[in-house]
């Protein structure tokens, strides 16, 4: 079966030509503002450089520095640069080098190559002889490309302006938000297979292999290596194995995998039972409280009450589910929910998985310290239209903090013969992208999976 391409996804090349003009006007405009701030009359970002691997002429996966890819939806063409100087259009130097061992990437011409100048350049003595001679009072950003010395006068990844940039970045443009949408859906299509690929009996190998599939996207080109957990290894938060072998007993599948587009991200969690009883009542519950989560989720909210607020909710699902001895009140303030749920409630998503900005007070000011006792939450910001953010409860049987748990005073707070019967099945996450918008939210994910149904 031929694999769905981007044409055939929402947003329309037409609809991304109308906003991506906009969004480069935003992006323009904010950095301009963010140079005069930091006393900086213009600004270099590098796409990034191949790095080579120990002892031989092959290179690692070429990773895009996000910075670059604010300004164009280009993830494969290293050493390339944007030049801007304010009130003038953007300048692309992009790199085509003279090489008949790899192919050199084509001159980009789409919906987004209309709002910068283009330059094709061989090699990075011909990028330095394409930008002004002066280049005193330019900020840099990106990684020392071996050469960057010998540039004078560039001001190197200046702290105050990454840190001006990193703020403004939480506020997606509409173009953006509908980059993430069609990530989104690309998702849901990849998450789709998924689910068929375990109900057929798959091994995590062989569900990556659909998802891929069905996203039309190899793994480089996700935005992150998919989490594909059967049984106890739903667990291992981050888990990577992806073993080729099918247990002999299959229980539950826990997914969390995200597809790209235009250099978007989508970061989506489904869990499934392969049975009815206990653990999919458990995941139903859990899908209540997600959504009990996302309905409250508007501008003006404070990220650390969200994340508070889960940890209240999950307390009364450990009671309901007999998880514990203690009442709700307890479970949440002796901190036991945090053994069940240990990672963040959700975090900015957008050109990276785990998005920039999300400590930041203000532009130019210091951090919003996290919660006391929640080490892993990566935002603590008040909500803005524009934000999106993910929201991913979860709950998990997680041997070393059990174990931790069982040797201090809390251990009696645990009813150990349920968490024995529901450890072979690891632990659920559900985990959806929300735009966050003046008056609630747009569930990206929700809807991408029902546009999926209907397809
Ligand atoms: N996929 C990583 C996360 O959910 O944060
Ligand atoms: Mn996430
Ligand atoms: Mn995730």
């Given at each position: 079966?031929?694999?769905?391409?981007?044409?055939?996804?929402?947003p329309t090349a037409d609809t991304l030509e109308n906003l991506f003009g906009p969004h480069l006007s935003a992006v323009c405009a904010r950095?301009?503002?963010?140079?005069?701030?930091?006393?900086?009359?213009?600004?270099?970002?590098?796409?990034?450089?191949?790095?080579?691997?120990?002892?031989d002429d092959r290179t690692h996966p070429f990773e895009v520095n996000a910075p670059f890819k604010v300004w164009a939806p280009l993830s494969d063409v290293p050493d390339s640069f944007v030049h801007f100087v304010p009130d003038r259009p953007p300048r692309l130097l992009f790199h085509r080098p003279t090489d008949y061992w790899y192919k050199p990437a084509p001159l980009p011409q789409a919906y987004w190559t209309g709002g910068f100048e283009i330059l094709p350049c061989a090699d990075l003595q011909a990028a330095?002889?394409?930008?002004?001679?002066?280049?005193?009072?330019?900020?840099?950003?990106?990684?020392?490309?071996?050469?960057?010395?010998?540039?004078?006068?560039?001001?190197?990844?200046?702290p105050r302006l990454i840190r001006h940039l990193d703020y403004h970045r939480a506020v997606k443009t509409p173009y953006e938000v509908a980059c993430l949408r069609a990530a989104n859906r690309r998702g849901a299509r990849g998450h789709r297979a998924a689910a068929q690929a375990f109900s057929a009996g798959g091994s995590e190998f062989d569900i990556e292999l659909a998802f891929l599939a069905a996203c039309g996207q190899r793994e480089q080109e996700l935005p992150y290596n998919p989490i594909i957990a059967l049984?106890?290894?739903?667990?291992?938060l981050h888990y990577q194995m992806l073993d080729k072998a099918v247990?002999?007993?299959?229980?539950?599948?826990?997914?969390?995998?995200?597809a790209e587009f235009a250099g978007y991200a989508s970061d989506i969690t489904r869990t499934y039972a392969r049975e009815s009883g206990d653990f999919a009542d458990l995941i139903g519950r859990m899908d209540e409280l997600q959504q009990t989560l996302c309905a409250a989720v508007t501008a003006g909210i404070d990220w650390?009450?969200?994340?508070?607020?889960?940890?209240?909710?999950?307390?009364?699902?450990?009671?309901?589910?007999?998880?514990?001895?203690?009442?709700?009140?307890?479970?949440?303030?002796?901190?036991?929910?945090?053994?069940?749920?240990?990672?963040?409630i959700g975090h900015l998503l957008g050109l990276e998985v785990h998005?920039?900005?999300?400590?930041?007070?203000?532009?130019?000011?210091?951090?919003?310290?996290?919660?006391?006792?929640?080490?892993y939450l990566r935002l603590t910001r008040v909500l803005e239209p524009g934000f999106v953010v993910t929201m991913e409860p979860g709950l998990y049987f997680i041997d070393p903090l059990l174990a931790a748990t069982r040797a201090d005073r809390r251990g009696r707070l645990i009813r150990w013969s349920r968490v024995e019967s529901l450890r072979p099945y690891g632990?659920?996450?559900?985990?959806?992208?929300?735009?966050?918008?003046?008056?609630?939210?747009?569930?990206?994910?929700?809807?991408?999976?029902?546009?999926e149904r209907s397809t």
């Open positions: 079966m031929a694999v769905p391409h981007l044409t055939e996804l929402p950095t301009a503002a963010a140079l005069e701030a930091c006393g900086y009359g213009g600004l270099l970002v590098h796409s990034g450089s191949l790095r080579p691997i120990f002892q330095r002889a394409a930008l002004p001679e002066d280049l005193s009072h330019t900020a840099y950003l990106g990684e020392d490309f071996g050469g960057l010395a010998g540039w004078a006068g560039l001001a190197p990844n200046p049984n106890e290894n739903g667990a291992v247990p002999q007993r299959r229980r539950s599948l826990l997914i969390d995998a995200g650390r009450e969200v994340h508070l607020r889960a940890h209240r909710l999950t307390a009364e699902v450990l009671v309901e589910a007999d998880l514990v001895t203690c009442s709700a009140e307890e479970a949440f303030a002796s901190g036991i929910t945090t053994v069940f749920m240990p990672h963040g998005d920039v900005g999300g400590f930041a007070r203000a532009p130019d000011g210091g951090d919003i310290e996290r919660p006391e006792r929640h080490p632990g659920i996450r559900i985990e959806d992208d929300l735009a966050v918008t003046t008056t609630g939210c747009e569930n990206l994910t929700r809807e991408a999976f029902s546009a």
